[in-house]
């Protein structure tokens, strides 16, 4: 069984930081891709950031220079790191684990933390 546990949201003021954590547990953490997605209050989920088997990292143009994924696979756990939040990061954020062995993708996503940013 599959599990993604996202930890590490809840409210802080514009400025401010987090570190967002996500525990896998069900998959072969070190070969899956990692990512963050988040999805603000009547918008589609979004991409924030991902991070692939060789740590080769990517990320949204608004989060760049700000935010930085990173993991863990000792710990089978992925991170980001929230600086100079916005109340444009206010958002639910979801952690994802994706892995592709054609025909078949491997997708998995976490129940998601909320991050709010206060003004």
């Known amino acids: 069984q599959v599990q993604l546990v996202e930890s590490g949201g809840g409210l802080v003021q514009v400025g401010g930081s987090l570190r967002l954590s996500c525990a896998a547990s069900?998959?072969?953490?070190?070969?899956?891709?990692m990512g963050w997605y988040r999805q603000a209050p009547g918008k589609q989920r979004e991409l924030v950031a991902t991070i692939n088997f060789a740590s080769t990292t990517n990320y949204a143009n608004s989060v760049k220079g700000r935010f930085t994924i990173s993991r863990d696979n000792a710990k089978n756990t992925v991170y980001l790191q929230m600086d100079g939040l916005q109340p444009e990061d206010t958002a639910v954020y979801y952690c994802n684990a994706r892995y592709s062995t054609i025909p078949t993708i491997h997708d998995y996503w976490g129940q998601g933390t909320q991050v709010t940013v206060s003004s």
């Open positions: 069900g998959i072969t953490f070190s070969i899956y891709s």
